[in-house]
């Protein structure tokens, strides 16, 4: 059983843990050609096939066509510290909320690689 003051505590941990971390379905909508510039620092690794960064020793992954939503959360995970590379961590940091969207709009649409 619950103890009554730890029952009145909950509700108020769930909406602390709801305001703390954002979803891709929360950005704002994304367009694809200002992502394209957006993007573009991108290439330096998920652009190259087989490439593997030197730390951590990490297979980068290729991620033009990926899920939209997908590459929103991703990035917004790397942002929020929940995804611990230090690269992708720096790099989220600097990236808004539109940012993100954007760069996962294009990212999903591209047909080649970023």
Avoid: W
Avoid at 25 to 49: F, S, V
């Amino acid at each position: 059983m619950i103890h009554p003051f730890r029952m009145r505590l909950l509700p108020a941990f769930l909406l602390l843990g709801l305001g703390v971390t954002a979803t891709a379905a929360e950005l704002p909508a994304g367009d694809a050609d200002r992502g394209r510039t957006k993007a573009y620092t991108c290439r330096g690794c998920h652009g190259i096939p087989g490439y593997r960064n030197v730390y951590p020793h990490y297979h980068v992954p290729l991620i033009a066509g990926q899920n939209e939503a997908y590459l929103a959360q991703a990035l917004l995970s790397y942002r929020e510290g929940r995804r611990r590379h230090p690269t992708m961590r720096a790099q989220g940091l600097t990236l808004s909320d539109q940012d993100i969207a954007d760069i996962a709009a294009f990212l999903a649409r591209a047909g080649e690689r970023p």
